[in-house]
């Protein structure tokens, strides 16, 4: 079984930083992509975005694309999401997710995080 721990997440105010981190650990396993994702009070759970494990791809949902950065350290088995000039709107639970699919689809992902708590501040 794998286990994903995300952390890293807090209360911040609007145009300030956070960076979220995600530990794999569990049986060897090496996925082909992993992503993150973020579920906001009475919304749908939606893509943020996503890293192939190789670090050849990424890409990321239009409204945090300059503000956000996906990464990974192999070395760690961990993924990370910076996140920059962070606006109220980002407020959301975020989760992170591994699976053997590059997408943007949660259900494509075989496993996931139990989730962190980001609350900005206007």
């Known amino acids: 079984q794998v286990q994903l721990v995300e952390s890293g997440g807090g209360l911040v105010q609007a145009g300030g930083s956070l960076r979220l981190s995600c530990a794999a650990s569990?049986?060897?396993?090496?996925?082909?992509?992993m992503g993150w994702f973020r579920q906001a009070p009475g919304e749908e759970r939606e893509f943020v975005a996503v890293?192939?494990?190789?670090?050849?791809?990424?890409y990321y949902q239009t409204s945090v694309k300059g503000r956000f950065t996906i990464s990974r350290d192999n070395a760690k088995n961990t993924m990370y999401l910076q996140m920059n000039s962070l606006k109220p709107e980002a407020t959301a639970v975020y989760y992170c997710?591994?699976?053997?699919?590059?997408?943007?689809?949660?259900?494509?992902?075989?496993?996931w995080g139990q989730g962190t708590q980001v609350t900005v501040s206007s």
């Open positions: 997710a591994a699976g053997t699919t590059y997408s943007i689809r949660g259900s494509d992902y075989d496993y």
């Open positions: 569990g049986r060897t396993f090496v996925p082909y992509a």
């Open positions: 890293l192939t494990w190789s670090g050849d791809s990424t």
